[in-house]
Structures are given as structure tokens and as C-alpha cells.
């Protein structure tokens, strides 16, 4: 299985919104309502931020929303501020013989 | 309050066996709903999975990496252990262990160990 592909690098200015893509195939984002976003600062661990496609966590800002269409979920971060610059991944199920597919990752730059 | 962490060695050999344990706290691990996890990030790259094991005791592993894994818990210290055979040094990287909340979706982290393999 490779992994879900990713956008290297996003950046924005504090205050305006971003978007992040993952793609991946109909095995895994395509097929199932169960992709998950993780936020990750430097030396520091995943802190998971959107899950089942949508859905926040409780204590997680309401800037952060998650989508999808196809094969490609989306990450959006409405009014982008300087503590959002970190690394974002993307995770899908992909069937019962794995707990989740991760995405490449992808540098988010506040300008 | 769910807490985790990982310990172990954090240099290995080339060709040495790795024993990880991931030590939990704030839910049971009879719990129908306990799915506990390995994962790796090798330093500048991108969060790999490893391998499963569920209440039931039920594992799952990576398909590349089977052959090498095994993964079991110890219900009475509220432990998961991880043994990767055959070390090699592309398996440097952090190991973390985490809690399934749900399908695809990893809600609590250990902090994570970096085990880097030289001689």
C-alpha cells in the first residue's frame, strides 16, 4: 500500500484560510467515511484534530473542519493563525487488516 | 485522564531484536473498545503503522513489516509490547504507541521513544 498523497507545503497569512488535500484510492478514503487529521509540532507527538471525515474532538478550535469528495479529503483551516504552523497528516482506514494508511504530511507556513 | 508511554532501549544494533513496551493508564485493557497501536516516524519523514492489538486479543500488522513484528499486551500491568526482529538502520525512528478510538483514527499519543540502530 502506498501512502496518501499530500501537498508538501501550505502557507497563508494569520487570518486567512487554508486548505489541505489527501488523496488516496476507493480502498481507502474513497471506500470508507474514516479519514483523520492529525496536527504535529516538532519533537512532539500527533495530537489528532478531525475524525470520521468531519468530526472535532473535544477541545479542538472550531477553525479546523475536515471534508471529503472521491478518493481526496480535505483539511481546512479557516482564520489561520501563528500556532497553527506545524506538520499535518492525513490517516484513512483501509480495511480490516490495518488500523490506518497515513499521508505523506504536509508543512503548514504562517506567513 | 488517558496517559501513554513508551520505553525501551534507545540504541540497537544491526541485526538485534527491539523490545518496546508501552505503558497505559486511565482505561482498561479489557475494555471492548481498547485497540492499542505502534507507530513510527523515522526523523524527517512521514507517521508509519505498525501493527494492532485489540481487547480480545486479536493483532493486525503492517504487510511489509510482518514477518518481523509481533505484538501482545500484559492485561495485568496495563501493557503493550512491541518485538521487531532483525534490526536494520533504516528502522531508526521515533516509535510511538496509540489508542484507537474509532476506525482510522488514533485519539491518544505516548510521547514516543527514538530508537536509533548502529553499531
Known amino acids: ?111 | 485522564q488517558v496517559t501513554l508511554k513508551e520505553s525501551g532501549p534507545a540504541l540497537v544494533k544491526p541485526t538485534q531484536t527491539l523490545t518496546l513496551t508501552c505503558t497505559f493508564s486511565g482505561f482498561s485493557a479489557t475494555n471492548s473498545q481498547m485497540r492499542m497501536n505502534w507507530i513510527r516516524q523515522p526523523p524527517g519523514e512521514a507517521l508509519e503503522w505498525l501493527a494492532r492489538i485489540d481487547w480480545d486479543d486479536d493483532k493486525f500488522y503492517s504487510t511489509s513489516l510482518k514477518t518481523r513484528l509481533t505484538i501482545s499486551k500484559d492485561t495485568s500491568k496495563n501493557q503493550v509490547v512491541l518485538t521487531m526482529t532483525n534490526m536494520e538502520p533504516v528502522d531508526t525512528a521515533t516509535y510511538y504507541c496509540a489508542r484507537s478510538g474509532g476506525y482510522g483514527r488514533f485519539d491518544n499519543w505516548g510521547q514516543g521513544i527514538l530508537v536509533t540502530v548502529s553499531s
Open chain 1, 1 to 111: 500500500q502506498s501512502a496518501l498523497t499530500q501537498p508538501r507545503s501550505v502557507s497563508g497569512s494569520p487570518g486567512q484560510s487554508i486548505t489541505i488535500s489527501c488523496t488516496g484510492t476507493s480502498n481507502d478514503v474513497g471506500g470508507y467515511d474514516y479519514v483523520s487529521w492529525y496536527q504535529q509540532y516538532p519533537g512532539k507527538a500527533p495530537k489528532l484534530m478531525i475524525c470520521d471525515v468531519s468530526k472535532r474532538p473535544s477541545g479542538v478550535p472550531g477553525r479546523f473542519s475536515g471534508s471529503k469528495s472521491g478518493n481526496t479529503a480535505s483539511l481546512t483551516i479557516s482564520g489561520l493563525q501563528a500556532e497553527d504552523e506545524a506538520d499535518y497528516y492525513c490517516c484513512s482506514y483501509a480495511g480490516s487488516y490495518s488500523s490506518g494508511l497515513f499521508g505523506t504530511g504536509t508543512k503548514v507556513t504562517v506567513l
